[in-house]
Protein backbone atom coordinates (compact mmCIF):
# COMPACT_ATOMS: atom_id res chain seq x y z
CA UNK A 1 0.00 0.00 0.00
CA UNK A 2 1.21 3.33 -0.41
CA UNK A 3 1.03 4.32 3.12
CA UNK A 4 3.37 1.19 4.18
CA UNK A 5 6.64 3.00 5.00
CA UNK A 6 5.54 6.46 6.12
CA UNK A 7 5.90 7.88 9.35
CA UNK A 8 2.92 8.76 11.61
CA UNK A 9 3.44 12.28 10.98
CA UNK A 10 4.14 11.87 7.36
CA UNK A 11 0.57 9.73 7.20
CA UNK A 12 -1.34 12.26 8.02
CA UNK A 13 -0.02 14.86 6.13
CA UNK A 14 -0.23 12.36 3.10
CA UNK A 15 -3.84 11.45 3.98
CA UNK A 16 -5.26 14.91 4.63
CA UNK A 17 -3.47 16.12 1.21
CA UNK A 18 -4.57 13.00 -1.09
CA UNK A 19 -8.60 13.40 0.76
CA UNK A 20 -8.10 18.06 -0.25
CA UNK A 21 -6.84 16.62 -3.70
CA UNK A 22 -9.56 14.57 -4.10
CA UNK A 23 -11.95 17.02 -3.35
CA UNK A 24 -10.12 19.39 -5.93
CA UNK A 25 -10.07 17.08 -8.98
CA UNK A 26 -14.14 16.28 -7.82
CA UNK A 27 -14.49 20.33 -8.12
CA UNK A 28 -18.25 18.49 -6.46
CA UNK A 29 -20.25 20.89 -4.52
CA UNK A 30 -20.35 18.74 -1.62
CA UNK A 31 -16.59 19.31 -0.99
CA UNK A 32 -17.24 22.62 -1.68
CA UNK A 33 -19.86 22.96 1.15
CA UNK A 34 -17.69 21.23 3.37
CA UNK A 35 -14.47 22.64 2.73
CA UNK A 36 -16.34 26.36 3.24
CA UNK A 37 -18.32 25.27 6.57
CA UNK A 38 -15.18 23.92 8.31
CA UNK A 39 -13.42 27.38 7.44
CA UNK A 40 -16.29 28.88 8.47
CA UNK A 41 -17.01 26.68 11.54
CA UNK A 42 -13.06 26.47 12.24
CA UNK A 43 -13.68 22.82 12.16
CA UNK A 44 -10.23 20.45 12.35
CA UNK A 45 -9.22 17.25 11.83
CA UNK A 46 -8.24 14.66 14.91
CA UNK A 47 -5.04 13.42 14.10
CA UNK A 48 -4.96 9.78 14.91
CA UNK A 49 -2.56 7.22 15.10
CA UNK A 50 -1.97 4.22 12.66
CA UNK A 51 -1.43 0.85 13.59
CA UNK A 52 -0.01 -1.51 11.05
CA UNK A 53 -1.33 -5.05 11.55
CA UNK A 54 1.79 -6.59 9.47
CA UNK A 55 4.31 -5.14 11.34
CA UNK A 56 6.75 -7.42 12.86
CA UNK A 57 7.35 -4.77 16.01
CA UNK A 58 5.07 -5.24 17.92
CA UNK A 59 6.15 -3.06 20.72
CA UNK A 60 5.88 -0.19 18.48
CA UNK A 61 2.24 -1.27 17.67
CA UNK A 62 1.37 -1.93 21.43
CA UNK A 63 2.92 1.84 22.37
CA UNK A 64 0.93 3.63 19.33
CA UNK A 65 -2.07 1.77 19.89
CA UNK A 66 -2.21 2.74 24.10
CA UNK A 67 -1.10 6.00 23.40
CA UNK A 68 -4.60 6.27 20.98
CA UNK A 69 -7.08 4.60 23.59
CA UNK A 70 -5.90 7.49 25.85
CA UNK A 71 -5.77 10.00 23.66
CA UNK A 72 -9.01 9.80 22.02
CA UNK A 73 -9.59 6.23 21.73
CA UNK A 74 -9.79 6.05 17.65
CA UNK A 75 -7.35 4.91 15.72
CA UNK A 76 -6.93 3.83 12.28
CA UNK A 77 -4.99 -0.04 11.46
CA UNK A 78 -3.96 -0.32 7.84
CA UNK A 79 -2.54 -3.82 6.33
CA UNK A 80 -5.21 -5.83 7.40
CA UNK A 81 -5.13 -8.42 5.29
CA UNK A 82 -9.12 -7.99 3.55
CA UNK A 83 -8.06 -6.65 0.32
CA UNK A 84 -8.95 -2.99 -1.04
CA UNK A 85 -10.45 -5.18 -3.72
CA UNK A 86 -12.74 -7.29 -1.47
CA UNK A 87 -13.78 -4.02 0.08
CA UNK A 88 -14.34 -2.73 -2.86
CA UNK A 89 -17.25 -5.36 -3.66
CA UNK A 90 -19.00 -5.00 0.06
CA UNK A 91 -19.59 -1.69 -0.60
CA UNK A 92 -21.11 -2.67 -4.05
CA UNK A 93 -23.16 -5.41 -2.54
CA UNK A 94 -24.03 -3.34 0.34
CA UNK A 95 -25.58 -0.54 -2.10
CA UNK A 96 -27.50 -3.08 -4.62
CA UNK A 97 -29.51 -3.76 -1.39
CA UNK A 98 -29.76 -0.05 -0.55
CA UNK A 99 -31.42 0.83 -3.82
CA UNK A 100 -33.93 -1.73 -3.98
CA UNK A 101 -37.71 -0.44 -3.38
CA UNK A 102 -38.65 0.57 0.43
CA UNK A 103 -41.25 -1.42 0.15
CA UNK A 104 -38.82 -4.99 -0.59
CA UNK A 105 -36.57 -3.62 2.08
CA UNK A 106 -39.02 -3.42 4.69
CA UNK A 107 -39.67 -7.19 3.90
CA UNK A 108 -36.08 -7.70 5.84
CA UNK A 109 -37.41 -5.69 8.85
CA UNK A 110 -35.33 -5.69 11.87
CA UNK A 111 -36.73 -8.50 14.06
CA UNK A 112 -36.57 -8.86 18.16
CA UNK A 113 -33.46 -10.31 17.76
CA UNK A 114 -32.05 -7.08 16.29
CA UNK A 115 -31.11 -8.56 12.71
CA UNK A 116 -32.30 -6.96 9.39
CA UNK A 117 -33.49 -3.66 7.86
CA UNK A 118 -33.77 -0.80 9.67
CA UNK A 119 -35.73 2.46 7.83
CA UNK A 120 -34.31 5.65 8.16
CA UNK A 121 -35.48 7.67 11.21
CA UNK A 122 -35.61 4.24 12.65
CA UNK A 123 -32.84 4.97 15.93
CA UNK A 124 -32.12 8.24 18.14
CA UNK A 125 -28.44 7.69 18.95
CA UNK A 126 -28.23 10.97 21.07
CA UNK A 127 -30.11 10.42 24.02
CA UNK A 128 -30.31 14.55 24.49
CA UNK A 129 -31.89 14.93 20.70
CA UNK A 130 -35.23 15.49 21.07
CA UNK A 131 -36.37 17.21 17.74
CA UNK A 132 -38.96 16.48 15.48
CA UNK A 133 -38.12 15.85 12.32
CA UNK A 134 -41.36 15.52 9.32
CA UNK A 135 -43.48 14.21 12.20
CA UNK A 136 -41.36 11.83 14.02
CA UNK A 137 -37.74 11.58 15.37
CA UNK A 138 -34.60 10.07 14.37
CA UNK A 139 -31.44 9.53 12.68
CA UNK A 140 -31.03 10.29 9.00
CA UNK A 141 -29.51 6.90 7.77
CA UNK A 142 -30.88 3.29 7.04
CA UNK A 143 -29.21 0.07 7.74
CA UNK A 144 -29.13 -3.82 7.67
CA UNK A 145 -27.58 -5.81 10.67
CA UNK A 146 -25.95 -9.14 9.91
CA UNK A 147 -25.53 -11.23 13.21
CA UNK A 148 -23.53 -14.17 13.78
CA UNK A 149 -24.91 -17.18 12.04
CA UNK A 150 -25.60 -20.53 13.92
CA UNK A 151 -27.39 -23.58 13.46
CA UNK A 152 -31.03 -23.70 13.66
CA UNK A 153 -30.93 -26.49 16.78
CA UNK A 154 -28.19 -24.58 18.53
CA UNK A 155 -29.48 -23.36 21.93
CA UNK A 156 -27.79 -20.36 20.99
CA UNK A 157 -30.03 -19.75 18.31
CA UNK A 158 -32.35 -18.30 20.70
CA UNK A 159 -30.39 -15.66 22.37
CA UNK A 160 -30.38 -11.58 20.93
CA UNK A 161 -28.07 -11.12 18.11
CA UNK A 162 -27.76 -14.87 17.50
CA UNK A 163 -29.29 -17.44 14.68
CA UNK A 164 -29.92 -18.22 10.90
CA UNK A 165 -28.54 -15.64 8.90
CA UNK A 166 -31.74 -12.93 9.46
CA UNK A 167 -33.19 -12.48 6.34
CA UNK A 168 -30.61 -13.04 4.07
CA UNK A 169 -32.25 -16.18 2.60
CA UNK A 170 -35.48 -14.62 2.28
CA UNK A 171 -34.13 -11.96 -0.20
CA UNK A 172 -33.65 -14.48 -2.46
CA UNK A 173 -37.23 -15.52 -2.28
CA UNK A 174 -38.29 -12.05 -2.38
CA UNK A 175 -36.16 -10.38 -4.78
CA UNK A 176 -34.29 -11.77 -8.35
CA UNK A 177 -31.26 -13.26 -7.66
CA UNK A 178 -29.56 -11.11 -10.93
CA UNK A 179 -30.40 -7.89 -8.62
CA UNK A 180 -28.20 -8.94 -5.26
CA UNK A 181 -25.88 -11.41 -7.16
CA UNK A 182 -23.55 -12.96 -4.32
CA UNK A 183 -25.03 -10.80 -1.62
CA UNK A 184 -24.64 -13.74 1.07
CA UNK A 185 -21.60 -14.99 -0.15
CA UNK A 186 -20.39 -11.41 0.07
CA UNK A 187 -21.45 -10.74 3.31
CA UNK A 188 -20.93 -14.07 5.37
CA UNK A 189 -17.39 -13.46 3.98
CA UNK A 190 -16.48 -10.18 4.85
CA UNK A 191 -18.05 -11.15 8.67
CA UNK A 192 -15.51 -13.92 9.02
CA UNK A 193 -12.21 -11.86 7.61
CA UNK A 194 -13.46 -9.00 9.80
CA UNK A 195 -13.70 -10.97 12.71
CA UNK A 196 -9.93 -11.67 12.27
CA UNK A 197 -8.98 -8.14 11.87
CA UNK A 198 -10.67 -7.89 15.08
CA UNK A 199 -8.91 -10.45 16.99
CA UNK A 200 -5.79 -8.83 15.87
CA UNK A 201 -6.91 -5.42 17.27
CA UNK A 202 -8.08 -7.17 20.87
CA UNK A 203 -4.59 -8.87 21.13
CA UNK A 204 -2.11 -5.57 20.93
CA UNK A 205 -5.43 -3.93 23.46
CA UNK A 206 -4.34 -7.08 25.54
CA UNK A 207 -1.17 -6.32 25.53
CA UNK A 208 -1.13 -2.65 26.10
CA UNK A 209 -3.38 -3.31 29.16
CA UNK A 210 -0.56 -6.08 30.86
CA UNK A 211 -2.60 -8.64 30.44
CA UNK A 212 -1.52 -12.03 28.37
CA UNK A 213 -1.86 -11.99 24.83
CA UNK A 214 -4.77 -14.19 23.99
CA UNK A 215 -6.59 -12.57 26.82
CA UNK A 216 -9.59 -11.43 24.86
CA UNK A 217 -9.34 -15.03 22.80
CA UNK A 218 -11.10 -16.93 25.97
CA UNK A 219 -14.08 -18.60 24.50
CA UNK A 220 -16.13 -16.62 26.29
CA UNK A 221 -14.97 -13.45 24.93
CA UNK A 222 -13.78 -13.75 21.47
CA UNK A 223 -14.24 -17.48 21.44
CA UNK A 224 -18.07 -17.62 20.86
CA UNK A 225 -18.45 -13.56 19.91
CA UNK A 226 -21.94 -11.65 19.23
CA UNK A 227 -20.24 -10.00 16.61
CA UNK A 228 -22.47 -7.43 14.53
CA UNK A 229 -21.93 -6.42 10.69
CA UNK A 230 -23.92 -3.36 10.30
CA UNK A 231 -24.34 -1.61 6.59
CA UNK A 232 -25.04 1.75 6.69
CA UNK A 233 -25.88 4.18 4.15
CA UNK A 234 -26.45 8.35 4.94
CA UNK A 235 -29.18 10.19 3.58
CA UNK A 236 -27.82 13.68 2.09
CA UNK A 237 -30.30 14.28 -0.45
CA UNK A 238 -32.00 16.86 -1.56
CA UNK A 239 -32.40 20.10 0.41
CA UNK A 240 -36.01 19.62 2.03
CA UNK A 241 -35.90 20.32 5.61
CA UNK A 242 -34.03 17.84 8.27
CA UNK A 243 -31.90 15.90 5.51
CA UNK A 244 -29.24 18.38 5.90
CA UNK A 245 -27.69 17.85 9.16
CA UNK A 246 -27.93 20.85 11.20
CA UNK A 247 -26.17 20.38 14.67
CA UNK A 248 -27.75 23.72 16.16
CA UNK A 249 -31.51 21.90 15.42
CA UNK A 250 -30.31 18.31 16.26
CA UNK A 251 -30.24 16.99 12.64
CA UNK A 252 -27.78 14.24 12.05
CA UNK A 253 -26.60 11.57 10.03
CA UNK A 254 -26.22 10.11 13.66
CA UNK A 255 -26.46 11.49 16.42
CA UNK A 256 -23.54 12.09 19.60
CA UNK A 257 -23.28 8.46 21.19
CA UNK A 258 -20.84 5.67 21.82
CA UNK A 259 -20.15 2.38 21.07
CA UNK A 260 -21.60 -0.23 23.43
CA UNK A 261 -19.10 -3.16 23.35
CA UNK A 262 -15.63 -3.75 22.98
CA UNK A 263 -14.45 -2.23 19.70
CA UNK A 264 -16.08 -1.35 16.34
CA UNK A 265 -14.09 -1.69 13.03
CA UNK A 266 -15.44 1.11 10.53
CA UNK A 267 -15.03 0.89 6.84
CA UNK A 268 -16.21 4.18 5.21
CA UNK A 269 -15.84 5.98 1.60
CA UNK A 270 -14.44 9.25 1.15
CA UNK A 271 -17.05 11.31 2.17
CA UNK A 272 -16.25 13.82 5.17
CA UNK A 273 -18.42 13.03 7.81
CA UNK A 274 -17.39 11.37 10.66
CA UNK A 275 -16.95 13.63 13.91
CA UNK A 276 -15.49 12.98 17.51
CA UNK A 277 -15.38 14.67 20.84
CA UNK A 278 -12.44 13.87 22.53
CA UNK A 279 -13.96 14.83 26.22
CA UNK A 280 -17.20 14.09 26.70
CA UNK A 281 -17.63 16.20 29.57
CA UNK A 282 -16.53 19.50 28.55
CA UNK A 283 -18.98 22.55 27.79
CA UNK A 284 -18.57 23.64 25.07
CA UNK A 285 -18.09 20.20 23.06
CA UNK A 286 -15.32 20.31 20.51
CA UNK A 287 -15.67 18.24 17.36
CA UNK A 288 -12.93 17.28 14.96
CA UNK A 289 -13.68 15.22 12.03
CA UNK A 290 -11.31 12.12 10.89
CA UNK A 291 -10.36 11.71 7.66
CA UNK A 292 -11.51 8.91 5.31
CA UNK A 293 -8.24 6.46 4.59
CA UNK A 294 -8.67 4.21 1.30
CA UNK A 295 -7.61 0.90 2.65
CA UNK A 296 -7.79 1.26 6.35
CA UNK A 297 -10.38 0.45 9.51
CA UNK A 298 -11.28 3.62 11.37
CA UNK A 299 -11.17 1.30 15.04
CA UNK A 300 -13.03 2.65 18.01
CA UNK A 301 -13.22 1.57 21.39
CA UNK A 302 -16.52 0.59 23.24
CA UNK A 303 -18.24 1.24 26.36
CA UNK A 304 -17.15 -2.40 27.60
CA UNK A 305 -13.80 -1.77 26.96
CA UNK A 306 -13.98 1.08 28.90
CA UNK A 307 -15.53 -0.63 31.87
CA UNK A 308 -12.78 -2.98 31.56
CA UNK A 309 -10.07 -0.91 31.93
CA UNK A 310 -11.72 1.27 34.87
CA UNK A 311 -11.92 4.40 32.47
CA UNK A 312 -8.46 4.15 31.96
CA UNK A 313 -9.23 3.79 27.65
CA UNK A 314 -11.63 6.09 26.36
CA UNK A 315 -15.28 5.04 24.63
CA UNK A 316 -15.13 8.26 22.82
CA UNK A 317 -18.17 10.22 21.84
CA UNK A 318 -18.71 10.31 17.71
CA UNK A 319 -21.35 11.38 15.28
CA UNK A 320 -21.98 11.31 11.47
CA UNK A 321 -22.79 14.89 9.70
CA UNK A 322 -24.65 14.79 6.45
CA UNK A 323 -23.59 17.83 4.49
CA UNK A 324 -24.94 16.88 0.85
CA UNK A 325 -26.19 18.10 -1.30
CA UNK A 326 -25.09 15.68 -4.20
CA UNK A 327 -26.60 12.24 -2.08
CA UNK A 328 -29.58 10.45 -2.58
CA UNK A 329 -33.28 11.77 -0.89
CA UNK A 330 -35.12 10.36 1.32
CA UNK A 331 -39.32 9.33 1.97
CA UNK A 332 -39.47 9.85 5.30
CA UNK A 333 -41.49 7.58 7.59
CA UNK A 334 -43.59 8.61 9.86
CA UNK A 335 -42.30 6.85 13.07
CA UNK A 336 -40.64 7.72 16.36
CA UNK A 337 -37.70 5.29 16.66
CA UNK A 338 -33.81 4.65 17.46
CA UNK A 339 -31.65 1.81 16.56
CA UNK A 340 -27.63 1.40 15.69
CA UNK A 341 -27.18 -0.30 12.71
CA UNK A 342 -28.05 1.99 9.64
CA UNK A 343 -27.42 2.87 6.80
CA UNK A 344 -29.46 5.32 4.28
CA UNK A 345 -31.34 5.52 1.20
CA UNK A 346 -33.39 7.36 -1.11
CA UNK A 347 -34.40 7.70 -5.19
CA UNK A 348 -34.81 11.13 -6.12
CA UNK A 349 -32.35 13.68 -6.70
CA UNK A 350 -32.56 17.63 -6.05
CA UNK A 351 -32.94 19.35 -9.02
CA UNK A 352 -30.84 16.70 -10.95
CA UNK A 353 -27.58 16.68 -9.32
CA UNK A 354 -25.65 13.97 -9.42
CA UNK A 355 -26.13 11.33 -6.55
CA UNK A 356 -23.24 10.35 -4.50
CA UNK A 357 -24.41 7.14 -2.47
CA UNK A 358 -22.62 8.06 1.25
CA UNK A 359 -21.91 4.01 2.98
CA UNK A 360 -20.48 2.70 5.67
CA UNK A 361 -19.82 -0.57 7.31
CA UNK A 362 -19.82 -1.23 10.74
CA UNK A 363 -18.31 -4.32 12.29
CA UNK A 364 -19.20 -4.12 16.31
CA UNK A 365 -17.37 -7.11 18.67
CA UNK A 366 -18.75 -8.06 21.41
CA UNK A 367 -17.85 -11.04 24.10
CA UNK A 368 -20.30 -13.84 24.85
CA UNK A 369 -23.62 -13.45 25.97
CA UNK A 370 -22.30 -14.88 29.45
CA UNK A 371 -19.03 -13.16 29.71
CA UNK A 372 -18.81 -11.16 33.10
CA UNK A 373 -17.43 -7.61 32.37
CA UNK A 374 -15.80 -6.42 35.23
CA UNK A 375 -12.49 -4.38 36.29
CA UNK A 376 -9.36 -5.77 35.07
CA UNK A 377 -6.83 -6.98 37.26
CA UNK A 378 -4.20 -4.23 36.08
CA UNK A 379 -6.44 -1.69 36.11
CA UNK A 380 -7.71 -1.47 39.47
CA UNK A 381 -6.15 -0.69 43.08
CA UNK A 382 -6.84 0.68 46.54
CA UNK A 383 -6.24 4.07 45.44
CA UNK A 384 -8.16 3.41 42.12
CA UNK A 385 -11.07 1.25 42.72
CA UNK A 386 -13.51 -0.54 40.33
CA UNK A 387 -16.05 2.37 38.45
CA UNK A 388 -18.55 -0.18 37.98
CA UNK A 389 -20.07 -3.01 38.99
CA UNK A 390 -19.93 -6.08 37.06
CA UNK A 391 -22.29 -6.89 34.60
CA UNK A 392 -23.20 -9.45 31.94
CA UNK A 393 -22.55 -8.75 28.00
CA UNK A 394 -25.83 -10.30 26.70
CA UNK A 395 -27.71 -8.28 30.02
CA UNK A 396 -25.91 -4.95 29.01
CA UNK A 397 -25.93 -5.35 25.63
CA UNK A 398 -29.72 -6.23 25.63
CA UNK A 399 -30.79 -3.20 27.65
CA UNK A 400 -28.92 -0.53 25.26
CA UNK A 401 -30.44 -1.64 22.17
CA UNK A 402 -33.87 -1.57 23.70
CA UNK A 403 -33.12 2.00 25.16
CA UNK A 404 -32.22 3.22 21.11
CA UNK A 405 -35.16 0.88 19.03
CA UNK A 406 -38.28 1.67 18.47
CA UNK A 407 -41.00 -0.98 19.31
CA UNK A 408 -41.23 -3.31 16.65
CA UNK A 409 -45.10 -2.43 16.78
CA UNK A 410 -44.98 0.64 15.18
CA UNK A 411 -43.94 -0.69 11.47
CA UNK A 412 -47.20 -3.06 11.63
CA UNK A 413 -48.97 -0.90 9.15
CA UNK A 414 -46.34 -0.87 7.21
CA UNK A 415 -46.16 -4.00 6.81
CA UNK A 416 -49.77 -4.69 6.27
Known amino acids: MEFQNLGLEMLFIWQAKTYFSQFKIRGSRKSEFV ?14 NCIDLSSPDIHKSVSLLKQACLDSGFFYVINHGISQEFMDEVFAQSKRFFTLPLSEKMKHLRNEKHRGYTPVLDEVLDPEIKVPVNGSEGDYKEGYYIGVEVPEHDPKSEKPFYGQMSGLLQIFFHCRVDRLPEWRQTMEKFHQEALEVAKAVARIIALALDLERDFFDKPEMLGDPIATLRLLHYEGGNQIEGQISDPLKGIYGAGAHSDYGLITLLATD ?27 FIVNLGDMLERWSNCIFKSTLHRVLVHGPERYSVRPLAIVGMVAVEALFGNSVDNGAKSAFHAQIAYFVEPSHD ?12 KNPPKFPPVKCGTYLTQRYKDTHADLNLYTKHQA
Request: proline share 6%; net charge negative.
Open 35 to 48: LREMENRGQSFSVL
Open 270 to 296: DVLGLQICKDKDARPQTWEYVAPLKGA
Open 371 to 382: CLVECLPTCKSD
